[in-house]
């Protein structure tokens, strides 16, 4: 089971209201806004996808890693690394 499943549905809000970002975008876009507006639209979206994967992350440590790293062996050190390399992409992004 994810470990966001009992947040499953304020995830799914907040990515719909990303959702809404986006289409709010593609709309500035259409009309020929300014640019710097867009960028500052675009700049909010990317701030509110990060919200969320650090929501995921803090789910995913606070459930999946810490169930591994209970039961222990070769899982718990699998867990740590996998979280790990999640973290390294989130910040190079």
Do not use: F, P
């Amino acid at each position: 089971m994810a470990g966001y499943h009992h947040e499953k549905d304020q995830v799914q809000r907040r990515l719909r209201r990303v959702e809404g970002q986006i289409r709010g975008i593609q709309r500035m876009v259409d009309e020929d806004s300014y640019c710097i507006e867009v960028l500052t639209q675009i700049s909010a979206v990317t701030k509110a996808l990060q919200s969320v994967a650090l929501q995921l992350l803090d789910d995913h440590l606070g459930h999946c890693v810490q169930d591994a790293i209970a039961r222990g062996g070769a899982d718990a050190d699998a867990k740590v690394t996998e979280a790990t390399q999640a973290i390294a992409r989130l910040m190079r992004a």
